[in-house]
């Protein structure tokens, strides 16, 4: 393809990359305005809320934009079509940074519970770290990375899991406490489908690379996994 081509694809993946950052930012901002019972971090996440989703939208523009001008080859058409797929994705970790900062905000911190808070802090940074990892994958078409991406996905699903039958067992011991663990429910559902969709980017990566669609989600491959890793951890 010409100059002009690969200009605008750089410009297309420097996009996509923002988008990435702006995401990461707004879940951990997220996540610690709820661990923290800051309301005022949770309300600077909503005010920011549709940054993402203008991100997406001109993104969208520019790859459509761009498919219709050049007629791409088929690798670099794949280059496109996935940035134009994932930024959906991206577009949803925005949304479920806004669900964690509206439960920040409405949460009631004298019903807290600290250990599940810690696990609240640890699932966020390893899909932080996830994230950041699957943009890296993007820019050098890393295929061994989008894996390990895949992977470290297990380690949210397993903690999602343990802290999911901790909040049922004590719903049922205190019922004046439901609608505070109904909160916890919430947010740590919220991060388990951010790993999700962070999976998501990297079966992307893989389509980039070798122009096929793969299930990377362990918990999709191997329904019984994560209740296997976690009888193997006891």
Not at 154 to 179: C, F, G, H, S
């Amino acid at each position: 393809m010409g100059v002009i081509f690969d200009e605008e694809l750089k410009k297309l993946r420097t996009r996509f990359m923002e988008m990435g950052i702006d995401a990461s930012e707004q879940i951990y901002k997220a996540a610690k305005a709820f661990t923290d019972h800051d309301s005022a971090l949770a309300r600077e996440v909503l005010a920011t809320d549709a940054q993402i989703n203008d991100e997406e939208i001109s993104l969208e523009k520019r790859a459509l934009k761009l498919m219709a001008l050049q007629q791409p080859l088929a690798s670099d058409f794949r280059k496109i079509i996935s940035i134009l797929k994932a930024s959906n994705d991206v577009e949803r970790l925005g949304d479920y940074a806004t669900h964690i900062a509206r439960s920040a905000i409405n949460f009631d911190k004298k019903n807290h519970n600290g250990e599940i808070e810690k696990e609240i802090e640890k699932m966020t940074e390893i899909v932080r770290q996830m994230l950041e990892k699957v943009m890296d994958a993007y820019v050098y078409t890393n295929e061994k990375a989008a894996y390990e991406v895949a992977d470290q996905d297990l380690k949210v699903d397993m903690i999602y899991v343990t802290e999911q039958k901790r909040l049922l067992a004590a719903m049922m011991k205190n019922q004046a406490a439901i609608p505070a663990l109904e909160t916890y429910m919430t947010v740590i559902r919220n991060l388990e489908r951010a790993g999700d969709h962070i999976v998501n980017l990297a079966e992307w990566v893989i389509y980039i690379g070798a122009g096929k669609l793969v299930e990377l989600n362990p918990g999709k491959t191997d329904p019984d996994l994560v209740k296997r890793k976690l009888g193997e951890a006891k």
